[in-house]
């Protein structure tokens, strides 16, 4: 008969061997993450956004380089490659592009990209693919998609003349699907942008919906906050008396150019800047060396609790929750005069304080996406950074759950 241990040593070694291996949480976090590059090879990689543009399962990236005033598409290679840098094409050219955004605008199946450009510029520009990208049809759908030559690019002109900075599609509740801007400066607004019933492909023959003045949009998600069946805006507005995070309620009648109900949730004293948001909770950084989590009552009271950030980081940019109590945090200490040495990236779990998951100081990093790319069960984070040459990036969760 084979010799067995006692039962009770069996879990006790399995428990050592996992600690061993692997750690606990907070040792986890106590060590940086490791950053795999997507692309460096620009300066001032602004923004990303996720879509699936080769229909292969995985998400495909979209990029605005603000300082080198092009637009880029990013193929995901899949778990097993997506640590090497991913192919890529260049899309689109346009002065400052803020952001850029994945979109089918004609409904043919196959994304547009619509980036918002600041600065000068002040335009909206549409990207469109005109090559083949069906199976059964000649050609490989990767290197369609990867050739310059089937990309063209146009302006929605009727947009021309605010400084765009954000974008994002939002379902109506007559099933047509619009797109919410967002723009900064003197004449800056929230607006929506509506198709007409017969779903006219060009954006130029849409209606332009103004939905609020404000100072500078820096965030919008479109979420359905009083669970009546449609999608609503989520808003942070950074600058002048309209600042603050708030959300707009799309109209109960389908009437998309009546007043959207505002429903301020807090922030006006304050800089905010790239939100979390959920029906009952959002997360909001600023300016002032400190982020501020929202929670909803049961009477629809938001109560807010003002957290600091990590010691010497003031310029927070971006958050998230992941995973259990778990929250990350970009931060731009390039602009930080007193505190260049600071990392950018931070990461605060249930049993630890902050802890820099990135080495690289005077960064300005972005806002961020959390997806399991590596395919090991956690959620890793895909950023960008444009002072210190990083570009488009993620960085490897090493078992944080």
Request: charged content about 25%; overall charge negative; aromatic content about 8%.
């Amino acid at each position: 008969m084979d010799y067995q241990p006692p039962f009770k040593l069996v879990p006790i070694a399995i428990i050592l061997g996992l600690q061993f291996l692997y750690g606990s949480s907070a040792c986890l976090a106590d060590k940086p993450w490791r950053r795999h590059t997507i692309d460096s090879s620009r300066i001032g990689a602004d923004g990303v956004r996720l879509a699936d543009f080769n229909q292969d399962g995985n998400l495909d990236i979209v990029t605005g380089w603000e300082e080198s005033g092009v637009v880029r598409l990013y193929l995901n290679p899949g778990p097993k490659k997506s640590k090497q840098r991913w192919p890529f094409c260049q899309i689109g050219e346009g002065k400052s592009p803020e952001d850029a955004v994945p979109f089918d605008v004609d409904g043919d199946g196959m994304l547009e990209v619509i980036s918002c450009h600041e600065g000068s510029f002040k335009q909206v520009l549409v990207h469109k693919f005109n090559g083949n990208q069906h199976s059964g049809q000649p050609g490989d759908p990767n290197e369609e998609i990867l050739n310059p030559a089937n990309w063209t690019t146009s302006s929605v002109s009727k947009l021309t003349g605010q400084q765009w900075m954000f974008a994002t599609p939002i379902q109506l509740r007559d099933s047509r699907q619009g797109i919410v801007l967002g723009s900064k400066g003197s004449n800056a607004t929230l607006t929506l942008l509506v198709p007409p019933p017969e779903g006219v492909k060009n954006l130029n023959q849409w209606s332009v919906v103004k939905l609020r003045d404000c100072g500078w949009i820096m965030s919008i998600q479109n979420i359905d906050m009083d669970r009546d069946g449609d999608i609503d805006i989520v808003f942070s507005d950074r600058k002048t008396r309209t600042r603050g995070v708030g959300w707009l309620e799309q109209p109960n009648d389908g009437d998309v150019n009546k007043t959207w109900q505002e429903h301020p949730v807090g922030a006006t004293e304050h800089e905010p800047l790239f939100i979390d948001a959920t029906p009952n909770r959002i997360l909001v950084p600023t300016r002032q060396a400190s982020w501020i989590d929202f929670r909803k009552t049961e009477h629809g009271i938001w109560n807010q609790t003002l957290h600091q950030n990590p010691i010497s980081v003031p310029f927070g940019k971006a958050i998230r929750t992941f995973g259990q109590n778990n929250i990350v945090l970009t931060a731009n200490t390039a602009a930080d005069r007193k505190n260049k040495d600071q990392p950018g990236l931070w990461l605060k779990t249930s049993s630890s304080n902050w802890q820099s998951i990135g080495t690289e100081t005077e960064c300005k990093f972005d806002r961020m996406e959390l997806v399991d790319l590596d395919a090991d069960g956690d959620l890793d984070i895909i950023t960008c950074e444009e002072r210190q040459l990083l570009g488009v990036v993620w960085y490897e969760n090493p078992g944080i759950k």
